[in-house]
Every structure is written in structure tokens, then in C-alpha cells.
């Protein structure tokens, strides 16, 4: 049932690129990015897009997107997951689902609470609220942990 396979140092800096935005007191999104094609997801880049930040919203400037796209290509990866942060509690919020930066079935929408502040690696799995895009294009919650779960942290 995994969907994403990520070490435990890009789940560190990710939640290093998520707290510097909430240090600000504004949301922050980071990209996990895995092969184009072939097995597994197996996350091999965080990436930090360009983005337009504020206390409850984040959003990508064209120019960041064109960025992105040119980063996929030369690449030949994907947008495995998109991870960000809210000020409060985690859940997907219907401007989430609006805006989502991936929309392909399988992707992942990860939110973590209080901008990442009290997040570490170690409760990562309890903080994070993860969300699958289904074939009807809606973002269901998923399990973390067990047998159900669509991501597994690796040393």
C-alpha cells in the first residue's frame, strides 16, 4: 500500500524549510519529487519552489511553476507529494483541494499543524494529517501508520 518511500533526513529538512516559513508566521509548501517513471516513489529531492506566503495561505508564482515544470523535465521526476503547513490544526482545507499542486490519482497532500513548530522526525507520523487524491479527484485521509499507510520513512 506504500506510496512514497523518504529517508528520515529529507523528513528533517523538509521540516526545516516548513519552520523557517512559520518562523514568519506563514504557512509554507515543500515538494517531494521521485523518479518519472519506473517502481516505487521513492522520494530522491526536496524541493523548495518559489512561493507567495502568508499566515493561512501559500501560492506559486507563474514564474515558480515554469521553474518547476523545467525541473521535472531535465529531471525526469515527479511531483510525488506536496507537504505544507497551516497555523492551527492539520486537515485539507477546501482552498487545499482548489490549489493543489499535484492532482494525479495517488498523489499525497501532507499537513502538519502549528507551521511544523513542535513536528520532529520522531512524532512526524503522529503531527502529519496525509491525504491521497482519489480517482474522483477529492483528497481522502489516510493512515500513517500500519498496514493501510502510504508512507514509509527510511534511515
Given at each position: 500500500?506504500?506510496?512514497?518511500?523518504?529517508?528520515?533526513?529529507?523528513?528533517?529538512?523538509?521540516?526545516?524549510?516548513?519552520?523557517?516559513?512559520?518562523?514568519?508566521?506563514?504557512?509554507?509548501?515543500?515538494?517531494?519529487?521521485?523518479?518519472?517513471?519506473?517502481?516505487?516513489?521513492?522520494?530522491?529531492e526536496v524541493f523548495e519552489p518559489e512561493q507567495e506566503t502568508a499566515k493561512d495561505y501559500f501560492r506559486l508564482p507563474p514564474r515558480s511553476m515554469s521553474a518547476l515544470m523545467t525541473r521535472l523535465r531535465t529531471g525526469r521526476l515527479k511531483v510525488v507529494a506536496q507537504i505544507h503547513t497551516h497555523p492551527g490544526r492539520a486537515y485539507h482545507s477546501d482552498v487545499d483541494?482548489?490549489?493543489?499542486?499535484?492532482?494525479?490519482?495517488?498523489?499525497?497532500?501532507?499537513?502538519?499543524?502549528?507551521f511544523a513548530s513542535s513536528t520532529t522526525l520522531e512524532n512526524f507520523q503522529e503531527q502529519v494529517m496525509t491525504y491521497e487524491c482519489a480517482p474522483d479527484g477529492t483528497w481522502v485521509l489516510v493512515a500513517n501508520t500500519g498496514p493501510q499507510a502510504r508512507l514509509e520513512i527510511t534511515a
Open positions: 500500500m506504500i506510496t512514497a518511500s523518504i529517508s528520515a533526513a529529507q523528513i528533517r529538512a523538509t521540516l526545516d524549510i516548513l519552520r523557517a516559513g512559520g518562523l514568519r508566521g506563514h504557512e509554507r509548501v515543500v515538494l517531494w519529487l521521485g523518479p518519472a517513471r519506473g517502481g516505487p516513489n521513492r522520494i530522491c483541494a482548489e490549489w493543489a499542486i499535484v492532482r494525479h490519482v495517488g498523489a499525497l497532500s501532507l499537513v502538519l499543524p502549528r
